[in-house]
């Protein structure tokens, strides 16, 4: 079924299937004047044709149909375009002639071509219109090059401070990183060699005892005249056990001297210096033995019938 449609721009009237219509959703390219209209809105009958007061020319000829124009989700009717152009005025309304083509006038609703389009610099150049420009201060590769050795400058820093970080932390822990993992102890004892300082060992109390211990009267000569007889003299004798895994500092050693109502009449601190000799000094109490040690002592002005024995650290 074929059906009869008139271009609203310039009047002439196609003859387009029912079919194509449907398939383009009715919109129609004029082939005289390119304009894209509704077919379905100006459809015409035969009689409209034939009593119209200034026929507008009829050709068959076969319409351009516009096909995916518009969404199939638009009405048709959204896109129709507008029947009759407006017209626009600049200067005074009343004088139409300066609108009106003429000799040697142009028509102002027509745009004139310069035989050029029109050019957009997307980039405009500043200095152009003063002469010159100046040349940009980094190139891009440069700039990429700077951005490059900015961020291993900031990655090395990160790397240094971390490692100086775990520097303080094992100076600080030393200690506690010899004992829980012995086999540290060499290289926290060669870099301490440098710094000037020292690996201390344990310092568990609980870990040390006092297995034995005596204190015996020696037999001294009968003083002559002119010495002291108020002086005794004593021999400290005691075992000390170090029960620990690990080697240990040598423990400090508190001497009570008591009278026969079992009051202190004399205390005394022993320090490692004063029951080791100089090699046991330079050297850690060893983990699971025992030391024997013997101290002199010599009391005056107090009469000694028994004594106490702890140890500490100090």
Same mark, same amino acid.
């Given at each position: 079924?074929?059906?009869? !449609? ?11 299937? %029912? ?23 100006e =459809? ?6 034939t009593?119209?007061?200034? @026929?507008r ?20 009717? /959204?896109?129709? +375009? ?6 626009? !005025? ?14 040697g006038? @142009? ?8 035989g050029? &389009? ?17 040349? +940009? ?8 090059? %700077?951005?490059?050795?900015g ?34 102890? @060499? ?39 002119? !010495? ?43 320090? +490692?210096?004063?029951y ?9 109490? @060893? ?7 013997? /101290?002199?002592?010599?009391?005056? &002005? =107090? ?12």
């Open positions: 079924m074929d059906l009869t !449609t008139r271009c609203p721009s310039c009047g002439t009237v196609f003859q387009a299937s %029912l079919q194509d219509l449907q398939l383009r959703k009715g919109y129609i390219r004029c082939v005289q004047c390119a304009h894209i209209f509704d077919g379905y809105a =459809v015409v009958s035969d009689s409209a044709n009593t119209d007061d200034a @026929p020319p009829h050709a068959r000829i076969e319409p351009e149909l516009v096909e995916h124009v518009v969404p199939d989700d638009v009405p048709p009717s /959204v896109f129709r +375009p507008p029947r009759e152009e407006p017209r626009f !005025t600049v200067g005074d309304p009343g004088d139409d002639a300066a609108l009106q083509p003429g000799p006038r @142009p028509d102002p609703r027509v745009p004139v071509d310069s050029r &389009g029109f050019v957009v610099d997307a980039h405009p150049t500043r200095g152009q219109a003063y002469g010159g420009s100046a040349a +940009p201060l980094l190139r891009q590769d440069e700039g990429g090059l %700077l951005q490059q050795m961020r291993w400058t900031l990655n090395l820093l990160v790397v240094l401070g971390l490692l100086l970080l775990l520097a303080q932390l094992a100076y600080v822990y030393r200690s506690q990183i010899a004992l829980a993992v012995p086999s540290m102890r @060499p290289v926290l004892e060669g870099a301490c060699a440098a710094l000037s300082c020292k690996v201390p060992y344990a310092r568990d109390a609980s870990q040390l005892v006092i297995t034995g211990s005596d204190l015996k009267l020696d037999n001294v000569p009968e003083p002559s005249a002119g !010495t002291d007889s108020g002086k005794q003299h004593f021999e400290l004798s005691l075992t000390l056990r170090n029960r620990g895994a690990q080697p240990s500092m040598w423990p400090s050693l508190v001497l009570d001297l008591n009278d026969s109502s079992g009051a202190r009449v004399v205390r005394r601190n022993l320090h +490692p210096r004063d080791l000799s100089s090699a046991q000094l330079g050297k850690p109490f @060893p983990a699971d033995s025992e030391l024997m040690v013997q /101290v002199p002592l010599t009391v005056s &002005g =107090v009469r000694v019938i028994g004594f106490e024995l702890t140890l500490f650290f100090s």
